[in-house]
């Protein structure tokens, strides 16, 4: 079994913003620590290219749908998984051949089993969602709304629409899925999220359309080309599509049920709801989690264009670095809540914490190593109560890091890790290497040969350390921060390369003397250069 976690598939009517970089790098940085772990690991992400708002979007472009999907996956969809370092396993477009042929089978075979059925639909849409919306779910729009009718769900528009569709039985799943959240309580979380989830289902859930007869850019009903698939309901299959459904049943078995779903909690319901229903009625097993993140609030509000506050991706990659990207968000906000993101924060995080916390901390250890041992690693001698207490608190913040990860908490698992960053510039500061140098006759000082000799071992024992607590940091932090950690991984002379990590899992990285003696350490390059503004 692999372990298998899934970004939703993008909707591609435009650009990516910071919001689906949030969601894919906090995959990335789940699926690199598992796969540190030694584990199978399948990271899937993607885009979603079908439905009558990437339609319209077209046509005001003068291009048709494909050409314009097409422009978009390759301009700016895929260039930001190489901006911020993804290290995806797979991307699945809607439109491709192997999706189109899988949904239409998976459809075919609920009708087969009479899960489907033909009426007419007649009620609101919201184009913007690209959702069906309940009549007391619609309200009358302020603002700039004024004089239309919006979604109170998500404050999108909504048009009112009569046509003859396919109708999958939600309804008669309820019962079922209120049992799957009594029965998992973790297969849809945060808390908050299952609460909204539960809460909605319990109001009663109406049968699902799930095709459209107004328009033609979609997959194609198999027993009835007239009609194209509602968009979300061919769009969820994505997860099992990639994964070899109805194709490839050897490679299907290994991967499905996925582990985690993450999703934007706007987009919950769709995926506690309406998709383990979909499966229920195919027979197959429904994911173990669904996990749905929060907003990214922009001085205070909800990240959108319509106000002028949405922000890309690459704009804070240009002045910040992917590193400082990946780590931002992973640590300053809490997954599953909505956080409050702003350039003075990213600034004031990225000078105290990484430049002068974590780069200086390998930095001054590297030189050191460089000046008082000619850049080879000692051997070190017997640790002092110090050592042991650093020695022990590695160990104790790896392991709880660890248990972080497991519970999707990327922000709790650095909290932890950073708490070896801040042991070691604090042993440095006590052990002060600098002064035991001096008594070791290294740096200007003058004393007898056995106590030069004694202070010489006190200080290849704290560089030893200092530079031990730096490569389980590499370890640690490689997942979040590849390209720095690669980096001072190099510079520590460490075996194998970081990437390959063959004898370095999470689950041994706090053992402790996996630096040989004689390793040769080289002066590290700066990993996070202060920003030339503030120079």
């Known amino acids: 079994m692999s372990y298998y976690v899934t970004t939703p598939i993008y909707y591609v009517n435009d650009a990516p913003h910071i919001g689906h970089g949030y969601t894919t790098v906090i995959g990335d940085v789940l699926t690199r620590w598992h796969r540190q772990r030694g584990e199978d690991v399948w990271y899937l992400t993607g885009t979603d290219e079908h439905?009558?708002?990437?339609?319209?979007?077209?046509?005001?472009?003068?291009?048709?749908p494909q050409e314009w999907t097409d422009r978009l996956v390759e301009t700016e969809w895929k260039p930001l998984l190489e901006l911020l370092d993804i290290a995806n396993d797979d991307f699945i477009r809607t439109s491709e051949e192997r999706h189109e042929k899988s949904a239409q089978a998976f459809w075919?075979?609920?009708?087969?089993?009479?899960?489907?059925?033909?009426?007419?639909?007649?009620?609101?849409?919201?184009?913007?969602?690209?959702?069906?919306?309940?009549?007391?779910?619609?309200v009358d729009g302020e603002g700039d709304d004024e004089g239309h009718k919006v979604s109170a769900l998500d404050g999108s528009r909504v048009e009112h629409v009569t046509e003859?569709?396919?109708?999958?039985?939600?309804?008669?799943?309820?019962?079922?899925?209120?049992?799957?959240?009594?029965?998992?309580?973790?297969?849809?979380?945060?808390?908050?999220?299952?609460?909204?989830?539960?809460?909605?289902?319990?109001?009663?859930?109406?049968?699902?359309?799930?095709?459209?007869s107004t328009f033609d850019w979609g997959i194609q009903v198999p027993w009835d080309p007239s009609h194209v698939m509602y968009v979300w309901i061919e769009a969820l299959l994505n997860y099992v599509t990639a994964a070899g459904y109805g194709v490839d049943d050897e490679r299907f078995g290994e991967l499905w049920p996925a582990d985690v779903h993450l999703v934007?909690?706007?987009?919950?319901?769709?995926?506690?709801?309406?998709?383990?229903?979909?499966?229920?009625?195919?027979?197959?097993?429904?994911?173990?989690?669904?996990?749905a993140h929060g907003w990214l609030l922009v001085g205070g509000q909800k990240m959108s264009k319509s106000k002028a506050n949405g922000i890309r991706p690459d704009e804070i990659v240009e002045v910040f670095g992917s590193d400082?990207?990946?780590?931002?968000?992973?640590?300053?906000?809490?997954?599953?809540?909505?956080?409050?993101?702003?350039?003075?924060?990213?600034?004031?995080?990225?000078?105290?914490?990484?430049?002068?916390?974590?780069?200086?901390?390998?930095?001054?250890?590297a030189a050191m190593i460089g000046k008082y041992f000619d850049g080879t690693l000692p051997a070190a001698g017997e640790h002092t109560a110090a050592e042991e207490a650093l020695v022990a608190l590695v160990a104790e913040a790896s392991v709880e890091a660890d248990r972080a990860i497991d519970r999707i908490a990327p922000q709790d698992a650095l909290s932890q890790v950073w708490r070896i960053v801040e042991a070691l510039n604090g042993y440095l500061t006590e052990q002060a290497p600098w002064q035991v140098a001096k008594q070791a006759g290294l740096g200007g000082g003058a004393g007898s040969g056995a106590a030069e000799a004694a202070q010489r071992e006190r200080l290849a024992t704290i560089l030893v350390t200092a530079a031990e607590g730096l490569r389980v940091l590499a370890v640690l932090l490689h997942p979040v921060m590849p390209r720095a950690t690669a980096s001072l991984w190099e510079s520590l002379g460490a075996e194998p390369a970081l990437g390959a990590l063959a004898d370095q899992p999470i689950g041994t990285v706090a053992q402790w003397g996996r630096l040989p003696e004689g390793s040769v350490v080289t002066k590290v390059p700066s990993l996070f250069p202060r920003l030339e503004d503030d120079a």
Not at 51 to 64: D, P
Not at 127 to 132: K, N, Y
Not at 186 to 209: C, H, M, T, W, Y
Not at 270 to 285: E, Q, S, T
């Open 51 to 64: 439905g009558l708002k990437v339609l319209r979007k077209a046509q005001q472009n003068g291009v048709t």
């Open 264 to 291: 934007g909690k706007d987009i919950a319901r769709f995926h506690a709801v309406i998709w383990p229903a979909m499966l229920m009625a195919a027979g197959r097993p429904v994911p173990h989690r669904v996990f």
């Open 164 to 212: 003859e569709n396919y109708f999958f039985p939600l309804s008669k799943y309820a019962d079922r899925l209120l049992e799957l959240y009594e029965d998992n309580p973790d297969f849809i979380q945060p808390e908050s999220a299952r609460n909204e989830v539960v809460s909605f289902v319990r109001r009663g859930l109406k049968d699902l359309s799930i095709s459209r």
């Open 324 to 365: 400082a990207y990946r780590y931002y968000f992973s640590r300053a906000l809490t997954f599953g809540s909505d956080g409050s993101i702003s350039w003075e924060d990213m600034r004031a995080r990225y000078h105290a914490e990484l430049a002068n916390g974590f780069g200086n901390l390998a930095s001054r250890v």
């Open 108 to 138: 075919q075979d609920l009708y087969d089993r009479g899960e489907v059925y033909k009426g007419e639909f007649s009620g609101w849409y919201s184009v913007g969602s690209e959702e069906f919306v309940a009549e007391d779910d619609v």
